[in-house]
Nanobody, 125 residues
Framework: QVQLVESGGGLVQAGDSLRLSCAAS????????MGWFRQAPGKEREFVAA????????SYADSVQGRFTISRDNAKNAVYLQMNSLKPEDTAVYYC??????????????????WGQGTQVTVSS
């Protein structure tokens, strides 16, 4: 089992950058594929990015491709989301998630077993 805690959210202006962090507990962090999702008010939770167990493979939603970068540091039990050129439509609660199976870069929330509590990102125009 793994527990996840996100941090780094905040209020920024369009065009600014933010770096989200997700700290994970547990000794088996490196066996999980990790993902970032977001949920805006009145909308379903949506996939943002995912990274493989060792960080060699990544996947992004089309809406963030080229602006966001997911990375991980297994020595620190952490995964990160660097967000550049932020837009008002990026405003949402951002969640970190862990996929116990760890083999594929999954994009559906139901395929992830563990979730953090979320961190709010607000981008003003």
């Amino acid at each position: 089992q793994v527990q996840l805690v996100e941090s780094g959210g905040g209020l920024v202006q369009a065009g600014d950058s933010l770096r989200l962090s997700c700290a994970a507990s547990g000794r088996t962090f490196s066996s999980y594929a990790m993902g970032w999702f977001r949920q805006a008010p009145g909308k379903e939770r949506e996939f943002v990015a995912a990274i493989s167990q060792r960080g060699r493979s990544t996947s992004y939603a089309d809406s963030v491709q080229g602006r966001f970068t997911i990375s991980r540091d297994n020595a620190k039990n952490a995964v990160y989301l660097q967000m550049n050129s932020l837009k008002p439509e990026d405003t949402a609660v951002y969640y970190c998630a862990a996929d116990r199976e760890g083999v594929y870069l999954r994009k559906q929330p139901r395929e992830y077993e563990y979730w953090g509590q979320g961190t709010q990102v607000t981008v003003s125009s």
